[in-house]
Structures are given as C-alpha cells and as structure tokens.
C-alpha cells in the first residue's frame, strides 16, 4: 500500500517562504497525476498544482508566480516551493497521487499558517 507523508508546514509571516515535502513509499497503478491541493477551515479542498505524467505541470491562478512543484524521482519525494506567502494561503496542504482505474492516495496534511 502506497503511503504519502507531507512535510515542512508552519508558521511564517506575508511575505516569507516554506517549502514542502512529500516523500511516498510508492507508486499508485495506473499514475498519471501527482500535486498538492489544500483546504481552509470552512472551504472546499482545491487543487493547487500538479505533474502530469509527461512532466507537465499546472497552478491554480491564486498560486502562479509565487508557487514551484517540482519531483524528484530518484528519492520519490515531490515538493512545493512557496513563495511570497499570504495570508490566504493558510491551510492544510496534502500531496496526493491519482491513477488510473479510480486509484488514489492522500497523504495527512501539514498545516500551513501565514500570519503577522
């Protein structure tokens, strides 16, 4: 079974930088998706960026500019560079995998809060 664990949230002022991990155990059958949504208390989980399998990678509009998904394949961690921090991106931010024949997997979260 395949386990995906986050790390690296916390707090940081506006302005300030984190940079997240994800270091999977695995690889899902059929993995064609991997990227990082997040969820704000009240709110629905959204997408914030993703791989593709081709390596093509995509942002919300809310995180262009200030946010970098990048993998790395050989230590099968994925990381999400964020920069420019507001107070909106305060979350709990998952990396998941997404595959074909309905297969996924979510990792725990880690929170992210960005306050003064």
């Known amino acids: 079974q395949v386990q995906l664990v986050e790390s690296g949230g916390g707090l940081v002022q506006p302005g300030g930088s984190l940079r997240l991990s994800c270091a999977a155990s695995?690889?899902?059958?059929?993995?064609?998706?991997t990227g990082w949504y997040r969820q704000a208390p009240g709110k629905q989980r959204e997408l914030v960026a993703f791989i593709g399998i081709g390596g093509i990678t995509n942002y919300a509009d809310s995180v262009k500019g200030r946010f970098t998904i990048s993998r790395d394949n050989a230590k099968n961690t994925m990381y999400l560079q964020m920069n420019s921090l507001k107070p909106e991106d305060t979350a709990v931010y998952y990396c998941?995998?997404?595959?074909?024949?309905?297969?996924?997997?979510w990792g725990q979260g880690t929170q992210v809060t960005v306050s003064s």
């Open positions: 998941n995998q997404a595959g074909t024949y309905g297969s996924t997997s």
């Open positions: 695995g690889t899902i059958v059929g993995l064609y998706r």
